[in-house]
């Protein structure tokens, strides 16, 4: 009968529980569907795992070769063999006896191979006749164990230990026939136990000369010894139902008593319930009655615990892994954890401070390198402390998440620094899944995706190829592909089918802000290099139904006020306004925002912001109507503002603002001052102006475009407006202002964003970081600030349409095409296919929250699901796969020959039937030889597959099949 198997958690399971409950801790509070993604990989790939491990240890049996025999509490030798009887190999199993500490660990078993190894363990007279061993393994990741307790017929006795202080009974005399007999089995040597004569024997070596008969040797006798006994004529009788005590004490009084004759040289027999000894004395007496004593001691605990069945359950867990403490821990393995280590860095190199990356870096370097041994503990005690003070100093004593990510690179270096057993090898391939998982919460587009997803996928080849033992890439590379593919499916299901947001957790998640291109500087091309980034920015609903259209959609950030030629920067700050206007409620648009972290204090608004309000006091916009929050935002908030779509009510510009507004740095290129100095002359008002500097744009052959020129020098404005001519949103917002003031109309810049996808499943318009925008603002009479965008001028489809990617689908891509070569256009062309790609991964993936679910399962037909209805359906998917895994890994592999086929059945048949399995190395004559050697009919077998496969002679394939399929043997 095939052993029971066990799952048995250890300290890493624990951990890898821990670890998912934070992977799904921050996919809720994210409502992040690559957290969600990773986090279901991750969980599911554990269960997979699982069943390979038990496939690995499922077909192994245990057969006692050999048993020492000592006394009680002394250590006896077991040799054993251990035969895979599955169709897979069988890899890194330790094999432990229940009653001993020693184990046996090996790194790989054939099919149908078997290996031959010894273990010590301590006898104990309550052990029996069976003999009981753990195989264990934690292959393929290590994280549980995975037990076989088996039980194990065993020829052993137990010799019990001599204990009691009774007095040994009265000797009493012997019949004839007992005499006779006690002088045949008396082999000890006389001397010493009494003055009466009690015959001669044999002699055997290590007798003493002084009790050999010199004159029997001199007659030509052969050699004989002398015995002697106090009274040759009586004996002890040993009786088990004499002593009145409990069971232990009365085998160690016996035990004792044996010993006691046996150095008085004093006859005795022995009465068991069972058994009677006679008389004698002498070194095989002595095995033969304490023989006898173990077997009835063993006998009678086995039929008190019910056959060993409770002491089975008693001893199941007692044994500790050997291995996993042991200082096992090759280099080859080592080496590519902690490249895969360092690859998990790469995405976290922004967050990480340098101290915690250069700690973790030159620990890697010192013993993977190096290969350098394991510093003294306070050296890396210091290393730690170190790290934790420089850490803290260098995030302000504040924590944080980004903290807590350049602790745990720190630590990861250190933890290596000491390793030197696998346990300490699995918590580092932990902590990688755990920084993969990082590296995606932080930024979940589709390269850092994909990065993360192959740094884990090397990490669990690590993992694999150390459970393994067996040197090697291939095999760890296929095994660990092997689970991915069977993971895949399952978890491509539970993406789509498990409930979303049942904790509601979306504004607890404070972690690490966002990059955006908004700052409080705007530098050419400091928004292009975010044209392309789909990462969201912030959510708006409106609740009262009043959705802007497309044109109207400018989201205002930041003002800038400083001039700089194509750099502006925000400058002086002249507070709130004293008299807000307040919302009206007919005509004014409210919005509720959820707005990312992105480590600035500005709050997006449609244009033009009213007031703001988050539960607490409201926020009134500045003067240079900009909304700002009193702290930097490092958390997801939630505000909800009102805004003012219609162009403002004329308000005075104070002499002091309108100065402000004016100035401009002197050395600017003489092109700016033509420019300028043209439009006045040609202008009666500001309006003209504005007018006739849109008219430049548009007729000077200037262009919008998405890879722009480089215009960072000095000269960099002159080289927009006289030879580039070709620009992104800042290049001509920036440069516009610039020449509005040198001709006299005051003008600012502001920054945001334009656009943002409506989404009627959700309800919700979502504006990404590549909606970011700038244009500008000039103060006319009897109209006061005036929204002037010059994009709209050279590329209207910007504007009209509601977001960039759909721009970039449309008039955009082809205005490129007409200007780029064909290297360009290649390259173009590739950003535009990659671009797609990360657009369809973010919508299909990431923002896959709840109300995508939903509207997903309604198109199904599953319009009233409940979460309690999906989650249901998800774990009985979850059990369906699994269940077709395992059937799948229990199935033999398929012989192409028929003849092969035919005779591999056959053998599965003799092994069911209970005789020993075929190696994969035997002929089927051997094999026939070894399972019968007398069965006719099976021999018959044997030679017609050989002469059909092998022979010369062409046997037929049909008669042996036929044969084989009514072959009948009688079980073991």
Not at 21 to 29: Q, R, T
Not at 283 to 300: G, I, P, Q, V, Y
């Amino acid at each position: 009968m095939p052993p029971r198997l066990r799952l048995r958690p250890n300290w890493h399971t624990l951990a890898l529980l821990c670890m998912l409950a934070a992977m799904w801790y921050a996919a809720e509070a994210q409502s992040n569907g690559a957290a969600y993604l990773l986090a279901l990989l991750t969980g599911v790939l554990t269960l997979v795992s699982l069943l390979h491990a038990r496939a690995n240890v499922k077909g192994l049996r245990l057969r006692v070769l050999d048993v020492t025999t000592v006394p009680e509490g002394s250590r006896a030798r077991v040799r054993l063999e251990v035969s895979n009887s599955s169709a897979k190999d069988a890899c890194g199993i330790e094999i432990q006896a229940l009653e001993g500490s020693g184990s046996q660990f090996i790194e790989s078993i054939a099919s149908g191979q078997s290996r031959w190894i010894e273990l010590s363990f301590i006898n104990k007279s309550s052990g029996g006749s069976s003999l009981k061993f753990v195989a264990r393994s934690v292959y393929p990741l290590g994280l549980y164990n995975i037990e076989s307790v088996i039980e194990t017929v065993a020829s052993r006795r137990v010799y019990p230990r001599p204990k009691g202080s009774m007095p040994l009974p009265t000797p009493k005399p012997l019949s004839p026939h007992s005499q006779a007999g006690a002088s045949s089995r008396s082999t000890i040597s006389g001397g010493g136990g009494g003055d009466d004569f009690a015959g001669t024997r044999e002699f055997q070596p290590g007798d003493s000369p002084r009790h050999i008969d010199w004159r029997a040797v001199a007659r030509g006798r052969p050699l004989v010894v002398k015995t002697w006994a106090s009274n040759g004529h009586e004996a002890t009788m040993i009786d088990w139902e004499f002593i009145q005590a409990d069971e232990a004490a009365r085998t160690a009084q016996i035990a004792r008593w044996i010993e006691d004759c046996e150095r008085d040289e004093k006859l005795y027999a022995l009465r068991l319930p069972s058994q009677t000894i006679e008389a004698g004395h002498g070194d095989a007496h002595r095995r033969r009655c304490l023989n006898a004593l173990a077997d009835f001691t063993a006998s009678r605990v086995s039929t008190a615990t019910g056959k060993g069945a409770e002491k089975l359950r008693e001893s199941r867990g007692r044994a500790h892994s050997a291995f996993e403490s042991s200082f096992h821990l090759p280099t080859q393995p080592l080496l590519a954890l902690s490249l895969a280590m360092a690859a998990s860095f790469l995405p976290l190199a922004n967050v990480i401070q340098a101290p915690a990356l250069i700690v973790a870096l030159c620990c890697f370097g010192w013993r993977v390198l190096l290969r350098r041994g394991v510093p003294p503990v306070m050296l890396r005690v210091l290393i730690l402390l170190g790290s934790v003070v420089l850490i803290w100093s260098g995030h302000g004593g504040q924590p944080s998440m980004e903290a807590g990510i350049a602790l745990l690179a720190a630590l990861s270096g250190v933890k290596l620094l000491e390793s030197r057993t696998p346990r300490e090898f699995q918590v580092l391939a932990l902590i990688g899944w755990f920084l993969c998982l990082c590296g995606i919460v932080i930024d979940n587009s589709l390269p850092r995706m994909l990065w993360g997803l192959a740094v884990f996928g090397l990490i669990t080849a690590c993992m694999t190829r150390f459970r393994l033992s067996t040197p090697g890439l291939w095999r760890p590379l296929r095994i660990t592909s092997l689970l991915f593919a069977q993971a895949l499916p399952i978890v491509t299901v539970l993406f789509l089918i498990m409930p979303r947001g049942l904790l509601d957790l979306r504004t607890t998640f404070s972690g690490r802000f966002a990059e955006s291109g908004i700052s409080n500087e705007l530098d050419p091309g400091s928004i292009t290099k975010v044209a392309l980034r789909m990462e969201r920015a912030f959510r708006a609903s409106f609740p009262d139904g009043r959705i802007p259209p497309n044109e109207l959609r400018y989201w205002r950030c930041l003002t800038l006020n400083e001039c700089n030629g194509l750099r502006w920067r925000r400058g002086e700050r002249f507070g709130l306004k004293l008299r807000p206007k307040p919302p009206d409620e007919n005509i004014d648009v409210r919005q509720e925002l959820q707005i990312e972290p992105h480590g600035m204090r500005w709050i997006p608004a449609l244009d033009v912001p009213l007031l703001v309000t988050t539960g607490g006091s409201p926020l009134v916009p500045e003067f240079d109507d900009a909304l700002t929050w009193p702290i930097p935002l490092r958390g997801v908030t939630r505000v909800t503002s009102w805004s003012r779509l219609q162009q403002r009510a004329f308000e005075p510009l104070p002499d002091h603002h309108r100065q402000l507004f004016l100035e401009h740095p002197e050395n600017l290129p003489q092109i700016v001052f033509d420019l300028a100095d043209d439009w006045q002359a040609r202008a009666q008002n500001d309006m003209q102006i504005v007018q006739l500097g849109i008219l430049h744009l548009q007729q000077n052959g200037y262009q919008y475009t998405l890879t722009p020129d480089d215009y960072s020098g000095t000269s960099g404005l002159e080289d927009f407006l006289v030879r580039g001519k070709n620009g992104f949103c800042e290049h001509f917002a920036s440069s516009f202002a610039t020449l509005m003031r040198v001709a006299g109309v005051p003008a600012r810049v502001v920054i945001g964003f334009l656009g943002g996808e409506y989404n009627d499943r959700s309800r919700q318009m979502i504006v990404r970081q590549s909606d970011a925008h700038a244009w500008v603002e000039v103060w006319l009479e009897k109209s006061g600030w005036t929204r002037v965008d010059p994009t709209a001028a050279l590329a209207p489809g910007r504007i009209g349409h509601g977001n960039f990617r759909g721009y970039l689908d449309l008039d955009g891509a082809a205005i490129e095409r007409q200007r780029l070569s064909w290297w360009g256009l290649a390259l173009f062309e590739s950003r535009l296919l990659w671009d797609q790609a990360n657009y369809a991964w973010q919508d299909a993936v990431v923002e896959f929250n709840e109300d995508f679910q939903h509207e997903w399962l309604s198109r199904l037909g599953f319009e009233n699901s409940r979460w309690w209805h999906l989650l249901t359906f998800s774990i009985l998917f979850v059990i369906l796969g699994l269940v077709l895994i395992s059937l799948r890994l229990q199935r033999r592999p398929f012989a192409r020959d028929p003849w092969h086929r035919t005779w591999l059945k056959l053998c599965a048949k003799l092994a069911k039937a209970g005789h020993p399995p075929r190696h994969c190395s035997e002929g089927p004559l051997a094999y026939a030889q070894r399972v019968s050697p007398e069965h006719s009919m099976l021999h018959d077998l044997a030679l017609l597959y050989a002469e059909g496969r092998y022979g010369a002679c062409a046997a037929s394939l049909h008669a042996f099949q036929k044969r084989a399929a009514g072959f009948k043997m009688p079980s073991k």
